[in-house]
């Protein structure tokens, strides 16, 4: 059975029109949280809860420097196409060891180049303790084999030239990318203003009703996106995720947690908690 789809060959400079660029829809338009008022308020008691934390620290340095110096100032220390694999590599596993595995895959194959032509058992031998070994191989050398026939070079730096929305589209090309991947490689590694949803801050959007109960991950990015003003996306991105690491009350148990203990004022998050949510608890059976 020839189940492939044709895929057009593509020069190098064509416009990355293949998927349709739709307008950003709002799944939730009437729900109007967050306000930008609670979205600055809650980046400034969580920055001086924790402090900016370290594990992003580069990624900030980055954007100020791009800032400074502008789209053609210093040249990145990072390409996108590191940043995208780094990406990936981060699913499911610590931060310790999904750098480690980065870091064990660039000194065994330098190149990208010597990913693509490696057997896939040795890529995965040499990402082994990331997790996931055998899926994040073949979806890494995957996404090396499509770019290669889509573009002629292992190279994604041309993303850089291109706005959220075609970015998005280019991304979407390859097979294995998810939106989260996607959200992670605008914000942290082309310096845009994206905001990804992972469950930490999943879990918190909902316990404070920043997202209707009936939410899904998808959902919550979108609206999310839509309501989290722009300039605010990257430390409040950063701070929730850590916050929802780290804060007994809102890790895992979130919504109930946050209302079991809310006589506890140690968590900045618990006033934020709504009626909307309480609602939820309450009539949460059929
Ligand atoms: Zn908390």
């Known amino acids: 059975m020839n189940k492939s789809r044709k895929r057009k060959q593509s020069e190098p400079n064509s416009k990355p029109n293949k ?24 980046r400034d008691q ?16 980055r954007r100020q420097q791009q800032n400074h110096n502008g789209s053609d100032g210093l040249s990145p220390e990072e390409s996108v196409l590191d940043g995208l694999v780094s990406t990936i590599l981060s699913q499911n596993t610590t931060d310790v060891n999904s ?8 000194s065994v194959f330098p190149t990208w180049d010597d990913v693509l032509a490696a057997e896939p058992k040795c890529v995965e031998d040499a990402i082994r303790c990331g997790g ?3 899926t994040k191989a073949a979806c890494i050398k995957n996404i090396l084999s499509s770019l290669l026939k889509k573009r002629g070079k292992l190279c994604l730096e041309y993303l850089r030239d291109l706005s959220i929305d075609e970015i998005k589209a280019e991304l979407s090309y390859f097979k294995g990318i998810g939106p989260k991947t996607v959200a992670c490689v605008l914000m942290f590694h082309l ?16 316990a404070i009703g920043w997202i209707p109960a009936a939410s899904d991950l998808k959902k919550a990015y979108l609206h999310l996106n839509q309501r989290i003003p722009n300039e605010l996306k ?29 006589q506890d004022n140690s968590c900045p998050l618990l006033k934020y908690r709504t009626n909307d949510c ?3 608890l309450v009539n949460s059976g059929p």
């Open 19 to 42: 998927f349709p660029i739709k307008a950003i829809e709002d799944p939730f338009p009437t729900h109007c949280r967050p306000t930008p008022q609670e979205c600055l308020s809650i």
């Open 46 to 61: 969580l920055l001086s809860l924790h402090g900016f934390p370290q594990e992003f620290a580069k990624y900030k340095d």
């Open 99 to 106: 750098q480690r595995a980065f870091a064990s895959l660039k």
């Open 132 to 134: 996931l070994a055998k």
């Open 191 to 206: 310096q845009l203003d994206d905001f990804p949803v992972d469950t930490h801050i999943f879990q918190i959007a909902k």
């Open 234 to 262: 990257f430390d409040l991105n950063c701070l929730l995720f850590t916050h929802g690491k780290l804060c007994k009350k809102c890790s895992k148990k979130g919504c109930h947690q946050l209302i079991e203990e809310s």
């Open 278 to 280: 309480n609602e939820s």
